[in-house]
C-alpha cells in the first residue's frame, strides 16, 4: 500500500474516538479499554465503516507493555495487540477499508528526567509494532506523542517491524507565549522537522486542540512540509461535570470542518469525543474537496 496513491484515490477519512464510544456503550471508568470484547469493538468499527470512514483504528492505543502492565496484562501485550488488530479486519473485510494499527504514548519518560532509555522505548514499541503487523495492520498510526524521543523511537520500531506506512502524530496546546507546543515543549517546527527526518509516511496531530484551533495548526505543517498531512481534532473543548468528560458541540462545524481540510490537510479522522455523525460529516467535505480538486 502507498499512501499517496491512496489518497490520489479519493482515501481520505479516518475513523473518529473510540473510547467515548465505549464510554457510550458502558465501558466502566478505570478498566482497561484495550480490553473490551470483540463484539463491541466490532459494532465500533462498524459504526465507523458505515459512516464513512476508509481507515479504521486498532484498539490499542494503550497496548504497550508498560500501559498493560498497570493492569497486570503486561504478559497478554503481543496477544492483545494481534487480536484487537484482527477485529479490526474483521470488520473491514470485503470493504474497500484499511486497518490503521494505533500506538499511543507508554506513559513513561525519557532520561535523566524519567527512568526510559531510548533502547527501552525502541523495544516496548518494537514489541506492539510486530504484534500489529501480524494481526494484519496495512499502515501504522503513532498518536498522541509529545516527547520527541518518543515519538522518534515509536517511528523506528514500526519501520523495522513492517515494511508498510507509518504515521506520525504529536499533540499540541496553545502555547501560552502564542503558536503551538506540546506538554513536552515540542513545537510544530521540531515535530514536522523529526517526522521527516525519520521517514516517517505522514506528519500528523492528533488530540487536545479543537477543530477551530486545529485549522491554523494545518496550515502551520502545510508550510513546513509536502508529506501527506492527517489532522484529528477532538470534538471541541472538554468540560468536566459529575466526573465525566463532555465535549460541547461546536458552532459552524462543517465551516470549521471545511476550513481544515483547506488548509491543504489530505486525511482526516477525528479523536476524543467524535462520533460517527461526525464522520459522516468529515467524509462528505472529504469528497467534495477531493471532487474541487479534479476539476
Ligand atoms: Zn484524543
Do not use: W
Amino acid at each position: 500500500m502507498n499512501i499517496s496513491e491512496m489518497i490520489h484515490k479519493g482515501m481520505r477519512c479516518f475513523d473518529g474516538g473510540t473510547g467515548t464510544m465505549l464510554m457510550k456503550l458502558g465501558l466502566e471508568i478505570g478498566g482497561c479499554p484495550e480490553t473490551a470484547p470483540a463484539d463491541v469493538m466490532l459494532s465500533i468499527h462498524n459504526a465507523y465503516i458505515e459512516a464513512g470512514a476508509q481507515y479504521i483504528t486498532t484498539n490499542t492505543f494503550g497496548a504497550s507493555r508498560p500501559k498493560l502492565a498497570k493492569y497486570d496484562l503486561a504478559e497478554k501485550t503481543a496477544d492483545i495487540n494481534k487480536r484487537n488488530t484482527e477485529t479490526a479486519r474483521r470488520a473491514a473485510s470485503g470493504k474497500n477499508v484499511f486497518v490503521a494499527g494505533d500506538i499511543g504514548p507508554t506513559g513513561e519518560i525519557i532520561e535523566p528526567y524519567g527512568s526510559f532509555a531510548m533502547e527501552q522505548f525502541i523495544e516496548v514499541f518494537t514489541e506492539q509494532a510486530l504484534a500489529l503487523a501480524e494481526g494484519g495492520a496495512d499502515l501504522f498510526i503513532i498518536e498522541t506523542m509529545a516527547s520527541k524521543e518518543e515519538l522518534a523511537a515509536a517511528i523506528e520500531a514500526c519501520k523495522s517491524a513492517a515494511s508498510i506506512p507509518v504515521i506520525a502524530c504529536m499533540t499540541f496546546d496553545r502555547a501560552a507565549q502564542g503558536g503551538f507546543k506540546t506538554m513536552m515543549g515540542v513545537t510544530p517546527e521540531e515535530a514536522v522537522s523529526l517526522m521527516q527526518s525519520s521517514h516517517a509516511d505522514v506528519c500528523g496531530a492528533n488530540c487536545t486542540l479543537s477543530p477551530t484551533d486545529m485549522v491554523e495548526l494545518a496550515q502551520q505543517y502545510r508550510a513546513l512540509t509536502k508529506l501527506p498531512i492527517l489532522m484529528q481534532p477532538n470534538a471541541g473543548k472538554p468540560r468536566i461535570s459529575n466526573g465525566k468528560t463532555f465535549y460541547d458541540p461546536i458552532q459552524n462545524i462543517e465551516k470549521v470542518l471545511t476550513d481544515l481540510i483547506a488548509a491543504g490537510v489530505e486525511l482526516a479522522g477525528g479523536c476524543c469525543g467524535t462520533d460517527p455523525e461526525y464522520i459522516r460529516l468529515l467524509r462528505k467535505i472529504l469528497d467534495r474537496s477531493s471532487r474541487e480538486k479534479l476539476q
